[in-house]
């Protein structure tokens, strides 16, 4: 079996060349939700080379990217994040979001005929099929507002992960970050430990896993059963930089992010409390 | 197969009489941001705990949906019977507060394997006469939101206490287990929830799912993660029949409180 590298540098200011990647390095496209922007959308929007909005995902952007930048002209700020796309059943953009977003070149991709999917589902197929031209396993797709508000939007959202379960896929808010462990492959996690953790979870989320073994956690599993209405991992902690997940079954992975503080000095310099 | 009725009634300042059959609530409070409907939740309920956490909440948070009160005044009002949990959240001075007005509190700390809204739980089943248990409904206010481990850890207790009604609440959502062994009617008010909703298969993938009042209804449908799950749908009317070979969650959206 395979195994399958994750790691969370895409939450560093920059990203190591060296050690815990796998290589070739990873591209990133960025799709934003619509749900309060965390704190660490600009550091995302910097490692990305696709960035999307899901329909109101935009006004999100035009609204929220200026307040990390209160130093600066909105107007400026808002050219500066610019999306190249944005798609969806545009029920939820403003009219002079869509309309701004239009005149500075961004491409509109109105799908509201289409009501069988949910607005990320959309954006992550305008991903794949835009990127035919790379090798997928090194695309990883980030999402910002994943979590909060509705919960049936949440729970949509990871049905997205499922779904697309080749694809590295990774929901973030401010306090979590969550991808999915295919059962396909062995996995190595790297611990990021400036910016995340310690307290982490592994959910069999949809069905029910009869063995699964980890190491690196205090509370490890040892060919353990988990499901719903028994036992599921959560509140569980992180013990240094490695996790290493083994699963007869798609498990998600959790993990906190730590409180994000940027400073504003000279250039910028970002650090986590 | 039975049939479980499901109200939110609840959520109304006054539970109209004719509402059958009566419910007995017990409240219990995570740490979480109060639902700004608390203080309803909190009339309503024979039984109120705190988790842990939850009562740096309700010290803290309660006044500030009384502002025009003394907030020591509120939070006397707003005693909670119980504060249980492995105690790693609370304050002291909150911690202090409470056991000088007399709140029971329950220390389990030595207890890691339970979260402590399951050993809140137990607490409610364990206290509650068993003549009343399936009158017995639990309402958790600040279940979702934070940390997505403790979600699901929230999701998963009303999982494994699937025979008893538990009610995950937050500002924007309400959800609970609907379990296979019933058949279910939800009674919607619609002046305070809806109308988005969803039906999902957390568990365990469902071969059949049929469901009446929906805008996009289930007809022996098969949902399962990696493939349909019912979100974004649309309730219609005042009443949604649910039955299915699976335990699924109902979640529906609660409306802002003006």
Same mark, same amino acid.
């Given at each position: 079996?395979?195994?399958?590298?994750?790691?969370?540098?895409?939450?560093?200011?920059?990203?190591?060349?060296?050690?815990?990647?796998?290589?070739?390095?990873?591209?990133?496209?960025?799709?934003?939700?619509?749900?309060?922007?965390?704190?660490?959308?600009?550091?995302?929007?910097?490692?990305?080379?696709?960035?999307?909005?899901?329909?109101?995902?935009?006004?999100?952007?035009?609204?929220?990217?200026?307040?990390?930048?209160?130093?600066?002209?909105?107007?400026?700020?808002? %050219?500066?994040?610019?999306?190249?796309?944005?798609?969806?059943?545009?029920?939820?953009? %403003?009219?002079?979001?869509?309309?701004?977003?239009?005149?500075?070149?961004?491409?509109?991709?109105?799908?509201?005929?289409?009501?069988?999917?949910?607005?990320?589902?959309?954006?992550?197929?305008?991903? %794949?099929?835009?990127?035919?031209?790379?090798?997928?396993?090194?695309?990883?797709?980030?999402?910002?507002?994943?979590?909060?508000?509705?919960?049936?939007?949440?729970?949509?959202?990871?049905?997205?992960?499922?779904?697309?379960?080749?694809?590295?896929?990774?929901?973030?808010?401010?306090?979590?970050?969550?991808?999915?462990?295919?059962?396909?492959? %062995?996995?190595?996690?790297?611990?990021?430990?400036?910016?995340?953790?310690?307290?982490?979870?592994?959910?069999?989320?949809?069905?029910?896993?009869?063995?699964?073994?980890?190491?690196?956690?205090?509370?490890?599993?040892?060919?353990?059963?988990?499901?719903?209405?028994?036992?599921?991992?959560?509140?569980?902690?992180?013990?240094?930089?490695?996790?290493?997940?083994?699963?007869?079954?798609?498990?998600?992975?959790?993990?906190?992010?730590?409180?994000?503080?940027?400073?504003?000095?000279?250039?910028?310099?970002?650090?986590?409390? | 197969?039975?049939?479980?009725?499901?109200?939110?009634?609840?959520?109304?300042?006054?539970?109209?009489?004719?509402?059958?059959?009566?419910?007995?609530?017990?409240?219990?409070?995570?740490?979480?941001?109060?639902?700004?409907?608390?203080?309803?939740?909190?009339?309503?309920?024979?039984?109120?705990?705190?988790?842990?956490?939850?009562?740096?909440?309700?010290?803290?948070?309660?006044?500030?949906?009384?502002?025009?009160?003394?907030?020591?005044?509120?939070?006397?009002?707003?005693?909670?019977?119980?504060?249980?949990?492995?105690?790693?959240?609370?304050?002291?001075?909150?911690?202090?507060?409470?056991?000088?007005?007399?709140?029971?509190?329950?220390?389990?700390?030595?207890?890691?394997?339970?979260?402590?809204?399951?050993?809140?739980?137990?607490?409610?089943?364990?206290?509650?006469?068993?003549?009343?248990?399936?009158?017995?409904?639990?309402?958790?206010?600040?279940?979702?939101?934070?940390?997505?481990?403790?979600?699901?850890?929230?999701?998963?207790?009303?999982?494994?206490?699937?025979?008893?009604?538990?009610?995950?609440?937050?500002?924007?959502?309400?959800?609970?287990?609907?379990?296979?062994?019933?058949?279910?009617?939800?009674?919607?008010?619609?002046?305070?929830?809806?109308?988005?909703?969803?039906?999902?298969?957390?568990?365990?993938?469902?071969?059949?799912?049929?469901?009446?009042?929906?805008?996009?209804?289930?007809?022996?449908?098969?949902?399962?993660?990696?493939?349909?799950?019912?979100?974004?749908?649309?309730?219609?009317?005042?009443?949604?029949?649910?039955?299915?070979?699976?335990?699924?969650?109902?979640?529906?959206?609660?409306?802002?409180?003006?």
């Amino acid at each position: 079996m395979d195994l399958m590298h994750h790691s969370s540098a895409f939450l560093l200011p920059s990203i190591p060349s060296d050690r815990h990647l796998p290589r070739p390095p990873l591209t990133y496209a960025l799709v934003v939700l619509n749900q309060s922007l965390p704190r660490f959308t600009p550091l995302l929007w910097l490692h990305a080379r696709l960035h999307l909005c899901a329909d109101g995902g935009a006004n999100r952007l035009f609204d929220e990217m200026p307040l990390f930048f209160p130093n600066e002209n909105a107007s400026d700020v808002r %050219r500066r994040y610019k999306p190249e796309a944005i798609k969806g059943d545009m029920d939820s953009i %403003r009219k002079d979001v869509l309309d701004f977003y239009k005149s500075i070149g961004t491409k509109i991709i109105d799908k509201s005929h289409d009501q069988d999917t949910t607005d990320l589902h959309k954006c992550v197929t305008y991903i %794949r099929d835009s990127s035919q031209d790379l090798d997928q396993s090194n695309l990883c797709i980030l999402v910002a507002g994943a979590l909060g508000g509705r919960f049936d939007h949440e729970v949509g959202n990871l049905n997205v992960l499922c779904c697309f379960s080749s694809l590295r896929i990774v929901l973030l808010s401010n306090d979590s970050l969550i991808y999915l462990l295919p059962r396909t492959h %062995r996995h190595e996690i790297h611990i990021e430990t400036s910016v995340e953790g310690p307290h982490c979870g592994l959910i069999p989320l949809g069905m029910p896993s009869r063995s699964t073994t980890t190491t690196g956690l205090q509370w490890n599993l040892d060919n353990t059963e988990m499901n719903f209405g028994g036992l599921v991992s959560t509140s569980n902690i992180v013990k240094g930089e490695k996790v290493t997940v083994q699963s007869d079954s798609d498990l998600l992975w959790t993990i906190s992010i730590k409180k994000f503080e940027r400073r504003i000095r000279v250039g910028v310099r970002y650090r986590y409390i | 197969m039975d049939l479980m009725h499901h109200h939110s009634t609840f959520l109304l300042p006054t539970i109209p009489e004719d509402q059958r059959p009566s419910l007995t609530y017990a409240l219990v409070v995570l740490n979480h941001n109060l639902p700004r409907f608390s203080p309803l939740l909190w009339k309503h309920a024979q039984l109120r705990l705190c988790a842990d956490g939850g009562a740096n909440r309700v010290y803290d948070e309660m006044p500030l949906l009384f502002p025009q009160e003394d907030a020591s005044d509120v939070r006397r009002r707003f005693k909670p019977d119980i504060i249980k949990g492995d105690m790693d959240s609370i304050r002291k001075e909150v911690l202090d507060f409470y056991t000088c007005l007399g709140t029971n509190i329950v220390d389990k700390a030595h207890d890691q394997d339970t979260t402590d809204l399951h050993k809140c739980v137990t607490c409610i089943r364990d206290f509650a006469p068993a003549s009343d248990k399936s009158n017995l409904c639990i309402l958790v206010a600040g279940a979702l939101g934070g940390r997505f481990d403790h979600e699901m850890g929230n999701v998963n207790v009303m999982c494994r206490f699937s025979s008893l009604r538990i009610i995950l609440l937050s500002d924007d959502n309400l959800i609970h287990l609907l379990p296979k062994t019933h058949r279910h009617e939800i009674h919607i008010q619609p002046s305070v929830q809806g109308p988005h909703c969803g039906l999902i298969p957390i568990g365990m993938p469902s071969k059949s799912s049929t469901t009446t009042g929906l805008r996009w209804d289930l007809n022996n449908t098969e949902t399962k993660f990696g493939g349909l799950v019912s979100t974004s749908n649309i309730v219609e009317g005042e009443k949604v029949t649910v039955q299915s070979d699976s335990d699924l969650l109902w979640t529906i959206s609660l409306k802002k409180l003006a």
